[in-house]
């Protein structure tokens, strides 16, 4: 499947997109809870949790449920906790996905602008991507504190379609969460997905991008 039109600029989401994170996240959340006195989780758990930014994460992990909120008081002794584990263990324990060092030299090679676009507090985002080799290969990164306002709203995307002079029609989301394609429509870009990461269990061709390939390397037949 290939798209309609070429985009000029490329945003791809962060974790479960370009990186697999969890195995840091998880370690980190079950650290916490220890510390709190608690059962740990386990990677497969924490798994279906990860995507909201890491608030949202400790949220769940004190909660077990995607959206309940735990009492102000249990949350503000956990995430110090959580905060400082991330800190230092940021991506020690991940990996970049298959393909993706592939996808992005493919559209930097034919002259995409391409962004990284998360969640994730810039603290931990840059670290991360230069950890992983990867950051000096994006002209934009918009963390999760950048602007007011996360995904699913569309305004990181807008933000970095405005930062690199595109208008939307001419921009394209890769993600791997429903957040990623609620985003993308709402900011009028067109939007791909990859079903490997993490959507909370569901599978993203449910959200009805506008493709699913199974690697960024696959870019280079869509684009």
């Known amino acids: 499947m ?26 980190c959340v079950d650290e916490m ?4 006195g608690k059962a740990p989780w386990g990677i497969d758990k924490v798994r279906t949790w990860v995507g909201n930014g890491v608030d949202r994460l400790v949220m769940r992990a004190l909660t077990d449920t995607l ?24 991506s020690g324990r991940s990996c970049l996905y298959d393909g993706v060092v ?28 230069k950890d992983m080799g990867i950051f000096n ?25 405005e930062k690199m002079g595109e208008q939307p029609a001419d921009c394209l989301m890769v993600g ?6 609620e985003a993308a429509r709402n900011a009028g870009f067109a939007v791909v997905s990859v079903p490997y990461g993490y959507n909370h269990g569901i599978d993203i061709r449910e959200a009805n991008p506008d493709a699913v390939i199974d690697s960024l390397a696959e870019l280079k037949n869509l684009i």
């Open 2 to 27: 290939a798209l309609n039109g070429k985009p000029k600029l490329v945003l791809i989401d962060l974790d479960g997109t370009l990186v697999d994170s969890v195995p840091d996240l998880a370690y």
């Open 33 to 36: 809870m220890k510390v709190l």
């Open 67 to 90: 959206w309940d909120d735990p009492s102000e008081e249990v949350f503000n002794q956990a995430q110090p906790i959580f905060m400082d584990l991330y800190a230092k263990n940021t």
């Open 102 to 129: 592939e996808g992005i030299d493919y559209l930097k090679a034919n002259g995409f602008k391409v962004g990284c676009v998360t969640n994730k507090a810039e603290a931990f985002t840059v670290p991360l991507l």
């Open 137 to 161: 290969k994006f002209d934009i990164v918009v963390s999760g504190d950048t602007t007011p306002k996360k995904k699913p709203d569309p305004m990181p995307l807008l933000y970095a379609a």
């Open 176 to 181: 791997d969460s429903m957040h990623d394609v």
